[in-house]
């Protein structure tokens, strides 16, 4: 299994969300029934900004993630958390502010495979 490079770490803030898989029933009189749905039923997707980075650095990050088309899945270790998880990215764009810097942005979204 592929990982993601730990360096650089990525700049703060960092933002992860949560959308629980819960499925509903409503009852006419306005009772409602949830539950959650699946055995990993609450998925993690964080959005990550590397800021003022060298282009060579973007483009190591670049790479991977073309290498893997938002198919594959790889691990990583988000900052702050203590345990590695599965990850794929669909989604990651580069901007080129000045020469030889640059800012990447990329969504991770967290999956789980045996």
């Known amino acids: 299994m592929a990982t993601f490079p ?9 933002t992860k969300a949560s959308n629980p898989n819960v499925r509903l ?10 539950t959650t749905f699946g055995l990993n039923q ?4 964080w959005t ?4 003022n980075i060298t282009e060579a650095e973007s483009d190591v990050f670049e790479t991977f993630l073309d290498a893997r088309a938002g198919v594959e ?7 702050g958390e203590s345990a ?3 990850y794929i990215c ?7 502010n000045v ?16």
């Open 42 to 45: 609450n998925p993690k997707t």
């Open 6 to 14: 730990a360096t650089p770490e990525p700049s703060y803030p960092a």
């Open 90 to 96: 669909r989604s990651w764009n580069k901007t080129l």
């Open 99 to 114: 020469p030889n810097r640059a800012n990447f942005t990329a969504t991770f979204i967290e999956v789980y495979e045996p």
């Open 73 to 79: 899945s790889f691990d990583y270790t988000p900052p």
């Open 48 to 51: 990550f900004n590397w800021k």
């Open 84 to 86: 590695q998880s599965k």
């Open 25 to 34: 029933t409503q009852f006419g009189d306005g009772y409602q029934q949830r």
